[in-house]
């Protein structure tokens, strides 16, 4: 969300300042979006290629990581409840 706001800021500034170079900008960023859209449906959509074969994953660190956020969620440790605090007194 950060780069396309930060698109947005430079679009918006370059039209408020210098309308006629907006114009190339818009359509350079359309061709790149339109590129990234191009190489992600054939990844997303194209044939699979390699094995065929399931593979046989563990779900014990998928299990863990699931149970930290939820102990996370109900309950964290007050030391790292200030910490989050100060950080959020700095970003504030």
């Known amino acids: 969300m950060g780069i396309f706001m930060s698109e947005f800021l430079v679009v918006s500034s370059t039209f408020a300042r210098i309308p006629f170079l907006a114009v190339p900008l818009v359509a350079a960023l359309l061709?790149?979006?339109?590129?990234?859209?191009?190489?992600?449906?054939?990844?997303?959509?194209?044939?699979?290629?390699?094995?065929?074969?399931?593979?046989?994953?563990?779900?014990?660190?998928?299990?863990?990581?699931?149970?930290l956020v939820l102990l996370a969620?109900?309950?964290?440790?007050?030391?790292?409840?200030?910490?989050?605090?100060?950080v959020a007194r700095l970003l504030g």
């Open 31 to 67: 061709v790149g979006i339109g590129a990234l859209f191009w190489r992600l449906q054939g990844f997303a959509f194209g044939q699979p290629k390699g094995s065929h074969v399931p593979v046989a994953a563990s779900y014990l660190p998928m299990a863990g990581h699931l149970g």
């Open 73 to 86: 969620g109900i309950y964290l440790p007050p030391p790292l409840v200030a910490w989050f605090q100060h």
